[in-house]
């Protein structure tokens, strides 16, 4: 019996562990603007490209090239990137960093 109030003493109980977090999650979002640093709230995450027809998802949205998301217009759809237009500014939203897709 003293065993086992002694295991449950080092252990703790449930309630004082921590959260785990998801270990494949990324520490920051990717997809943001990098251009300027603003990110406007704007957040990429796939870029289609086929047979002439350009699209990105931002914010969840479905966009074409010429298309408005809140504030800014899309300009130009990349394989990895989206050039958006906001206020007479141009900026970058990126899939992945420049640092993970420089080659060795």
């Not at 019996?1 to 977090?21: D, R, V």
């Amino acid at each position: 019996m003293n065993a086992w109030l002694l295991l449950l003493a080092l252990i703790g109980t449930p309630s004082q562990a921590a959260p785990l977090g998801d270990p494949t999650a990324p520490s920051e979002p990717l997809g943001t603007a990098a251009a300027s640093g603003r990110s406007g709230g704007w957040t990429l995450s796939a870029t289609r490209i086929r047979n002439g027809d350009r699209r990105a998802f931002i914010n969840g949205r479905e966009v074409r090239e010429g298309d408005a998301i809140g504030n800014a217009r899309v300009r130009r759809i990349r394989h990895t990137e989206v050039t958006l237009e906001a206020d007479g500014q141009r900026f970058t939203l990126r899939l992945l960093p420049t640092a993970i897709k420089a080659k060795p």
